[in-house]
């Protein structure tokens, strides 16, 4: 709704020769925005492109020296500034803070439903460690469980091959004695005539060494005698050269 409206000649040009000459246009857009907050009662205000366009037609170093507006404050305390003669667009406005309002909304509504989402995803993550914790404590106790089961298997394993070998021994210490008295008889006549053998040979080898023994003897004795005679010779030699 319309609160109020109001047509003014608002005069630029004293504003604006305080400023440069690259500057005057801006002087004169902030000497209209100062002169409506005087005259209107408030800081909201909203100038239309056409009032815009109509100051910077001549360019920043010639802007008009007063100007013609008409001006409207809205119920909210909103002044929209506009050329006379030209429709304000509020509808146009009101309808540009609707879907202000609107997208403003929506961006909030997708960002609580991202954090819901996020939140839902995150128990879920929480659930599945949960149930994976659970499970591996399970496999553990399974792995536990089985363990000493395996040993078990391992000792009857083991105590069976014992017994299998103890049954094998007794079986040959059996047999072991069961075996004939004759073989026996016979190992025994074997080492006796083994051992009439071995005396025999000893006998040789002892009239051998006995016989080496005496030639060895003789072979000396025949040596001394002849280095004997040989001295001999030599001894009487030598007197007969003397002389």
Same mark, same amino acid.
């Given at each position: 709704? @319309?609160?109020? !409206?109001?047509?003014? @000649?608002?005069?630029?040009? =004293?504003?604006?020769?305080?400023?440069?000459?690259?500057?005057?246009?801006?002087?004169?857009?902030?000497?209209?925005? +100062?002169?409506?907050?005087?005259?209107?009662?408030?800081?909201? *205000?909203?100038?239309?492109?056409?009032? #815009?366009?109509?100051?910077?037609?001549?360019?920043?170093?010639?802007?008009?020296?007063?100007?013609?507006?008409?001006?409207? =404050?809205?119920?909210?305390?909103?002044?929209?500034?506009?050329?006379?003669?030209?429709?304000?667009?509020?509808?146009?406005?009101?309808?540009?803070?609707?879907?202000?309002?609107? $997208?403003?909304?929506?961006?909030?509504?997708?960002?609580?439903?991202?954090?819901?989402?996020?939140?839902?995803?995150?128990?879920?993550?929480?659930? !599945? +460690?949960? *149930?994976?914790?659970?499970? !591996?404590?399970? $496999?553990?106790?399974?792995?536990?469980?089985?363990?000493?089961?395996?040993?078990?298997?391992?000792?009857?394993?083991?105590?069976?091959?014992?017994?299998?070998?103890?049954?094998?021994?007794?079986?040959?210490?059996?047999?072991?004695?069961?075996?004939?008295?004759?073989?026996?008889?016979? %190992?025994?006549?074997?080492?006796? +005539?083994?051992?009439?053998?071995?005396?025999?040979?000893?006998?040789? =080898?002892?009239?051998?060494?006995?016989?080496?023994?005496?030639?060895?003897?003789?072979?000396?004795?025949?040596?001394?005698?002849?280095?004997?005679?040989?001295?001999?010779?030599? %001894?009487?030699?030598?007197? #007969?050269?003397?002389?």
């Amino acid at each position: 709704m @319309v609160g109020s !409206e109001r047509t003014y @000649v608002v005069p630029l040009r =004293k504003e604006w020769l305080k400023a440069p000459r690259y500057r005057r246009a801006k002087k004169a857009v902030t000497a209209l925005r +100062e002169f409506l907050i005087r005259h209107m009662k408030s800081e909201d *205000i909203r100038i239309q492109k056409e009032l #815009n366009e109509e100051i910077w037609k001549h360019g920043i170093k010639n802007p008009p020296g007063k100007i013609k507006i008409t001006a409207v =404050k809205d119920a909210e305390g909103v002044v929209y500034a506009q050329l006379f003669g030209k429709t304000l667009a509020l509808e146009e406005e009101k309808k540009k803070k609707e879907k202000k309002k609107e $997208a403003k909304e929506e961006k909030k509504e997708s960002a609580k439903e991202e954090k819901t989402e996020a939140k839902e995803v995150k128990k879920e993550e929480a659930k !599945e +460690e949960k *149930i994976g914790v659970k499970k !591996e404590g399970v $496999a553990e106790v399974n792995a536990e469980k089985k363990e000493p089961a395996k040993e078990e298997k391992k000792a009857e394993q083991k105590d069976e091959v014992s017994e299998e070998k103890k049954e094998s021994s007794e079986k040959g210490a059996v047999e072991k004695k069961e075996a004939p008295k004759d073989a026996k008889a016979e %190992a025994k006549e074997e080492p006796a +005539e083994a051992k009439e053998e071995k005396t025999e040979k000893k006998e040789v =080898k002892v009239e051998k060494s006995k016989e080496a023994a005496e030639e060895a003897k003789a072979s000396e004795k025949k040596e001394t005698s002849e280095k004997k005679q040989e001295t001999g010779k030599d %001894a009487k030699e030598l007197p #007969n050269q003397k002389q």
